[in-house]
């Protein structure tokens, strides 16, 4: 099943994706310009053979809801997202607040 819900911040809205699959759920906060995502985002991969795309977007661990991604603290973030001055360790709901700014 899939969940798409709008999440309100201040004037602004952010869109909240969960997608269930067996034995997993992929969770995603998404603007118009980057996103937030569960353990499954690669980082790596984005920051390396991606690069030349500038993606900006984080990933948290051990998160199950949305509400939970946006509660905790980014465990890795691109290049991109770290330029724009969110840094590891900002909490989901900062990071999107600073996204929706642009």
């Not at 899939?2 to 759920?25: C, E, H, R, W, Y």
């Not at 603007?31 to 053979?49: P, S």
């Not at 051990?62 to 691109?78: F, Q």
Request: glycine share 10%; aromatic share 2%; with cysteine.
């Amino acid at each position: 099943m899939i969940n798409v819900v709008p999440i309100p911040f201040d004037d602004k809205i952010a869109l909240g994706i969960s997608v269930q699959l067996p034995k997993t759920n992929l969770i995603v906060v998404t603007t118009d310009i980057g996103y937030i995502m569960c353990g499954a985002l690669d980082v790596g991969l984005l920051n390396e053979r991606l690069a030349s795309r500038g993606i900006i977007a984080g990933r948290a661990v051990g998160v199950k809801t949305l509400d939970e991604l946006l509660d905790a603290p980014l465990e890795s973030v691109t290049f991109k997202m770290e330029e724009m001055g969110i840094p590891v360790g900002t909490i989901g709901r900062d990071a999107i607040r600073r996204l929706l700014q642009g």
